[in-house]
């Protein structure tokens, strides 16, 4: 069927129809032949290690050029045959090409580092920005004359004509004509006028595959239109994504199995790096005091803890002993500050359910520490846990001297070092996340508690039951998956946890590396050491532990909840 | 009875409830306050122990004769309380005593008592077995030798109103007189000392940048998830599900070494265009436009309406309260964001510092001025807490919504 459809154009296809489409298929013919070639002369190269491109990234660009090629050579076959996929495939490669042309444009002639002029200037431009708030706000204003098309039409006016005035201004005060001026000198290399060109052609073609004439000749249906509008407006985002996550994603774990540095290229090693971080030892020893290098082999192992079974002593030996302390320390962290950032904030929630007034008021202060940055919290909790001028000290003095005068108690002031002290610097840091959470996981808590319906309590009460009992035989199970929701954050939360020890320790993880967890081990293999292999497998370890932890946390919410149920 | 017994208990509830809330919010403001109050503060006053909350300064006076006011202290004179000025400090005395009425002693300057019998030959006497060198000390007229207790150095006082009147006191032991103050140029100081305000702007821009182009995406995406059929789309919406919960950590790696492959290591760029595409926008954004009815959307397109107009028409204004909550969540996000940019900015480029990262620098900076180092925490902290107080309720949306924590 096709032969003859391709012979005979359709009888709704004008001329003009028929020449974009002749065009669009020696287009895409050539375009084909471009990318074959570039693929060929990209597999020649491989051999030749002297042209400066990595080779997993030549492999990529080899199966691109190809694929791009064959989509091409396909889009051609199935235009010349009338067939609706040749549109699409046409549409996609030539927005693809124009995407890409386009970014590439944009990174040749410094766009994207030329942010860096913009956040030089964007001070200028900031009232501007504030007038063309206002020219927001009157349109805002204006639309609540509901009852008046008339004044409504002319605020209208009048906020489009401001914002208009705003943004021309705001382009003009950040710099535009410098920039502008700075773009057209990098117009100074073969490249940008190229790329510029590739613009302007998959343009073109785009325009012209896009009329609804050539749509109409190639029997596009209703639901074609739909996939490629679904597409179209998913591309930013989809693009986006895939670059900067999926793409990252697959590439850590390929980091994972290499000594990378993240500037010399990388060797293979295969699992050796999740080897050294994972590989431990048990050995007996003959008394519990005999020392952990006559039985370890001191050129692998680190004796990392000992321990006594049945009177037999035995000692773990760590090839990574850091690696270990930081899982210690973040578990610990997660058990101290988890729990406590959780069950007082479904008792407060509690509280706060109460219809009495004001709790509005209350919810509002206790989010208030979720808004500021971690970073700028704990330069405040640094100085209150200051051990010789810190409030939190003095508070403590206070109420021991308090205790003393009112029952003898004898106490003694305990002057904590809190910071500088390797046994309370977990503690202290844990603490102060403590603070920085409960308020968020009250607000979370109290719009579950909320969706609880009242006659479930109604119920209770009937039944018999006084607060407490309502409280663990109603709010409690109805709440299940909220609580679930809340402590999977806070855990995730917590096993990150990375800019405390950053601020608050000294050294880095220290005193003592009481502090180190395994984000901070990973940030110091990573971007101090630049072992970045290293860092990606312990990334997916933490990652697998925080799924693994997040997975028991599901089966314990299913299981206790089905208990409710039957 | 029992109604008024009920109504009691009610009572003593209620009040439980606040005393406990109370104490609460107090605990979550105190460290709010302390901020603030330290960051008025000048340097000396935040050393102090007890820690006072308000900033103080030392009350000065200008006396006669003085070319610089001097600082007030309170002074006991005459069995009275008095605001005495200090004129001349770390004085040295003597505490001298005759050595037959020891109980009694007299304070005299070094220079105003000399050795009895002359430099030369000074006459001691013996007390309590040990020898003791005389001094002449004048008391009312006249000259009586005296062994001497102790030395120690004292401070003149004199009265502002009356400068004649003068008393010697320890200075250590007397409280100056002090009122409370603000010091408001510390902020001031610390926009110069840590380029605070182009840290500021960079903010800004970063965040608004990220914020309008992670809208713009989320809104284009979740349109697409929620309303226009295409093969592979619910596939692909259990993919972006899925990534929602991989940490960052696992993708900080890799892009890394992407911003070094494309040159944006320590540049702006890194730190908005990688942020401005998510899962959990887009995901927000779909929920939020599967609910509006679809005959609305039919009639429009019946209407020859376009995909576009139908979008910015109607989808976008029903939505509005989706939009400030994933505005607010992304705005907390991308102002408070630290890990990303220690590793990718340089410390020392300053010029693309962001908020956090000039904290970091400014806590080695100006470690031992904490009133400083405060003022910068609160020029981090203070515009999302106005943009909290403005528009409380999409915070707390935003909380409730998400998936991911901020």
Redesign the interface.
């Known amino acids: 069927m096709t032969a003859t459809a391709a012979a005979l154009p359709h009888l709704s296809e004008d001329r003009h129809t028929t020449l974009w489409l002749n065009v669009a298929v020696l287009w895409h013919a050539g375009f084909a032949l471009l990318l074959a070639a570039s693929g060929i002369f990209l597999l020649v190269s491989l051999a030749d290690s002297t042209i400066p491109i990595a080779t997993g990234l030549r492999v990529f660009l080899i199966a691109l050029s190809l694929l791009g090629g064959v989509s091409s050579a396909c889009a051609a076959i199935f235009i010349t045959r009338r067939d609706q996929r040749g549109r699409m495939l046409s549409l996609v490669i030539n927005y693809l090409g124009f995407v890409v042309c386009l970014a590439f444009d944009l990174?040749i002639l410094g766009v994207?580092?030329g942010?860096?002029v913009?956040?030089?200037t964007?001070?200028y431009g900031?009232p501007f920005l504030l007038l063309g708030f206002i020219g927001y706000l009157i349109g805002a204003w204006g639309d609540r004359h509901e009852d008046f098309p008339q004044r409504q039409q002319a605020y209208r006016r009048l906020s489009q004509t401001i914002s208009l005035i705003a943004a021309g201004l705001w382009l003009l005060s950040v710099g535009l004509l410098e920039g502008l001026r700075a773009l057209l000198q990098q117009f100074n290399s073969p490249l940008p006028f190229i790329l510029t060109a590739g613009i302007a052609v998959f343009a073109v073609l785009l325009r012209a595959v896009g009329r609804r004439s050539v749509a109409e000749a190639l029997h596009t249906k209703r639901?074609h239109e739909?996939?490629l509008?679904?597409?179209l407006?998913?591309s930013?985002?989809?693009?986006?994504?895939l670059l900067?996550?999926?793409?990252?994603?697959l590439?850590?774990l390929l980091?994972s199995f290499t000594n990378?540095d993240?500037?010399n290229p990388p060797d293979w090693v295969g699992l050796q790096n999740y080897q050294h971080l994972l590989n431990v030892t048990i050995q007996p020893l003959s008394s519990s005091t005999q020392l952990a290098n006559e039985v370890l082999d001191v050129k692998i192992y680190n004796e990392l803890a000992r321990f006594e079974i049945l009177g037999q002593s035995y000692v773990i030996g760590a090839q990574d002993k850091l690696f270990w302390l930081a899982l210690r320390n973040t578990l610990v962290y997660c058990l101290m500050a988890v729990p406590v950032s959780v069950i007082p904030a479904l008792l407060?929630a509690t509280?706060?359910n109460?219809k009495?007034p004001g709790m509005k008021l209350?919810?509002?202060?206790?989010?208030?520490?979720?808004?500021?940055?971690?970073?700028?919290?704990a330069?405040?909790?640094?100085?209150?846990y200051n051990s010789?001028?810190?409030?939190i000290n003095?508070f403590i003095s206070l109420t021991v001297n308090f205790a003393n005068s009112l029952f003898n108690a004898g106490w003694v002031d305990p002057k904590l070092q809190w910071l500088s002290d390797s046994n309370s610097a977990l503690i202290a840091i844990a603490l102060m996340a403590v603070?920085a959470t409960?308020?968020?996981n009250i607000?979370?808590f109290l719009?579950g508690l909320q969706s609880i319906p009242r006659d479930l309590y109604e119920a209770a009460t009937v039944d018999g039951a006084n607060p407490t009992q309502q409280f663990f035989a109603v709010t409690v199970p109805m709440l299940a998956p909220t609580t679930f929701f809340v402590l999977t954050?806070t855990t995730?939360?917590a096993?990150?946890l990375?800019?405390q020890v950053?601020?608050l320790s000294n050294p880095l993880g220290g005193p003592n590396n009481s502090t180190l967890s395994l984000?901070v081990y990973?940030?110091q293999n990573?971007?101090q050491r630049f072992r970045?292999g290293y860092?990606?497998a312990t990334?997916?370890v933490?990652?697998i532990v925080?799924?693994g932890l997040?997975l028991f946390q599901y089966r314990r919410q299913r299981s206790s909840s089905g208990a409710y149920e039957g | 009875m029992k109604p008024k017994s009920y109504r009691r208990l009610r009572f003593i509830r209620?009040t439980l409830?606040?005393a406990?809330?109370i104490s609460?919010?107090l605990?979550?403001?105190?460290?709010?306050i302390?901020?603030l109050t330290?960051s008025l503060k000048e340097p000396k006053d935040?050393?102090?122990?007890?820690?006072r909350l308000l900033p103080r300064q030392d009350v000065a006076a200008s006396i006669e004769g003085q070319p610089d006011p001097l600082p007030l202290y309170e002074v006991q004179v005459d069995g009275q309380t008095r605001q005495y000025a200090l004129v001349e400090s770390n004085i040295r005395v003597g505490i001298y005593a005759d050595p037959s009425k020891p109980a009694q002693t007299y304070e005299r300057r070094l220079t105003d008592v000399s050795p009895t019998g002359g430099a030369e030959n000074q006459q001691t006497v013996m007390v309590e077995g040990q020898a003791k060198k005389l001094w002449n000390v004048e008391v009312d007229g006249q000259i009586i030798p005296m062994t001497e207790v102790r030395q120690t150095a004292v401070g003149r006082f004199v009265d502002p109103q009356n400068p004649q009147a003068e008393v010697y006191r320890n200075v250590r032991l007397s409280q100056p007189v002090q009122n409370l103050t603000a010091h408001p140029e510390n902020y001031q100081e610390v926009v110069e000392l840590q380029n605070m305000?182009?840290s500021l702007?960079?903010t800004?821009?970063v965040t608004f940048l990220v914020v309008v182009g992670q809208l713009?995406?989320?809104i284009?995406?979740g349109?697409?998830?929620a309303r226009?059929?295409?093969?592979g789309?619910n596939a692909?919406f259990v993919?972006?599900l899925g990534?929602i919960?991989?940490?960052?950590?696992?993708?900080?790696?890799?892009?890394?070494?992407?911003m070094?492959a494309?040159?944006?290591v320590d540049?702006?760029?890194s730190l908005?265009?990688?942020w401005?595409?998510?899962?959990y926008g887009?995901f927000l954004m779909r929920q939020a436009f599967i609910t509006i009815p679809k005959e609305i959307e039919e009639a429009a397109l019946i209407d020859g309406a376009s995909?576009w107009q139908i979008?910015l028409r109607i989808f976008v204004p029903a939505t509005v309260p989706s939009l400030a909550t994933l505005a607010t969540f992304t705005f907390?996000y991308a102002?408070?964001s630290?890990?990303w940019p220690?590793?990718i900015i340089n410390t020392g480029n300053e010029?693309?510092h962001v908020?956090?990262l000039s904290?970091?620098v400014l806590?080695g900076r100006a470690s031992d001025t904490?009133n400083l180092?405060?003022a910068?925490?609160?020029i981090?902290?203070i515009p999302?807490?106005l943009l909290?107080i403005l528009a409380?309720r999409f915070?707390?949306e935003s909380?409730?919504s998400?998936g991911?924590?901020?």
């Not at chain 1, 900067?244 to 994603?249: E, M, V």
């Not at chain 1, 330069?379 to 209150?384: F, K, P, R, V």
């Open positions: 990174h994207y580092v942010l860096d913009l956040a030089g964007f001070k900031l639901q739909e996939t509008t679904g597409l407006f998913l930013p985002n989809l693009l986006g994504f900067f996550f999926a793409a990252p994603l590439f850590s980091i990378s993240a500037f407060l509280l706060l109460s009495l209350f919810r509002a202060v206790y989010f208030l520490p979720s808004v500021a940055a971690i970073v700028g919290i330069l405040i909790w640094q100085w209150l010789a001028i810190g409030y003095y603070w409960l308020g968020f607000v979370l719009s954050t995730i939360q096993m990150q990375f800019e950053f601020i984000v990973l940030y990573g971007f970045q860092a990606s990334a997916w933490l990652f925080i799924f997040t | 209620a409830i606040y406990v809330l609460v919010a605990f979550m403001l105190f460290p709010f302390y901020m330290t935040t050393f102090v122990y007890p820690p305000d182009r702007t960079n800004m821009l713009t995406t989320s284009l995406g349109y697409a998830f226009l059929k295409f093969p789309r692909l993919i972006y990534t919960m991989i940490p960052f950590v696992v993708l900080i790696t890799p892009l890394y070494q992407l070094v494309i040159g944006w540049r702006v760029a908005i265009i990688p401005m595409f998510t899962a887009t995909r979008l907390l102002w408070n630290f890990f220690l590793v010029a693309n908020l956090t904290l970091n806590r904490p180092i405060l910068g925490a609160a981090s902290i999302p807490v909290y409380q915070f707390v909380a409730t998400s991911v924590k901020g």
